[in-house]
T-cell receptor, first 109, second 114 residues
């Protein structure tokens, strides 16, 4: 089965609303990363967060290893936040980083 | 630091032709990854090099895909006898080392097989 599951698959917000994106995984891992991808663009790292909580501006990432989940919170969303948010796992004892399918976020003005 | 550089940005091939994609990782990074991205499958892991040595190519379609890293400054992904289903964006990423550092991605090569 799929080792990384992201939810929701898509999300539409009104500008100013908050968003909570989830990443659940079924395997032990060394690290967790969150990436942002603008339509047609490449991936930009938002957080490298193997455990605990990290903040960056309006973004907060929380990873709870024992519960096998990570979340990305976006506060006061802006239209420029629109795009795809992907979580990526660095799997224990495997030399690969695997990605979820992403959450497609659309923020309306 | 110019980031991870991928060339070409776009490549169009006819069915059955060969395609070679290039990646220049960030200087000093020892880990290099190749991924393929499509709307249906999302981001699929293809292969991984560490200090130029191939470590894991479990994601590579075995018959027509091959990857090399002849020196620390570039890696190539070669697809022989391209097929329409190979059409995708191919992404290269590098990191300081595996397992403990952020991945940095290139802009990708969009391959279209007609």
């Amino acid at each position: 089965g799929q080792q990384v599951q992201q939810s929701p698959a898509s999300l539409v917000l009104q500008e100013g609303e908050n968003a909570e994106l989830q990443c659940n995984f079924s395997t032990s891992l060394n690290s967790m990363q969150w990436f942002y991808q603008r339509p047609g663009g490449s991936l930009v790292s938002l957080f490298y967060n193997p455990s605990g909580t990290k903040h960056s501006g309006r973004l907060t990432s929380t990873t709870v290893i024992k519960e096998r989940r990570s979340s990305l919170h976006i506060s006061s969303s802006q239209t420029t936040d629109s795009g795809t948010y992907l979580c990526a796992l660095d799997i224990t004892n495997a030399y690969k980083v695997i990605f979820g399918k992403g959450t497609h976020l659309h923020v309306l003005p | 630091n110019a980031g991870v550089i991928q060339t070409p940005r776009h490549k169009v091939t006819g069915k059955g032709q060969e395609a070679t994609l290039w990646c220049e990782p960030i200087s000093g990074h020892s880990a290099v990854f190749w991924y393929r991205q499509t709307i249906v499958q999302g981001l699929e892991f293809l292969t991984y090099f560490r200090n130029q040595a191939p470590i894991d190519d479990s994601g590579m379609p075995k018959e027509r895909f091959s990857a090399q890293m002849p020196n620390q400054s570039h890696s190539t992904l070669k697809i022989q006898s391209t097929q329409p289903q190979d059409s995708a964006v191919y992404l290269c990423a590098s990191s300081l080392d595996w397992g403990v550092n952020t991945l940095y991605f290139g802009a990708g090569t969009r391959l279209s097989v007609l």
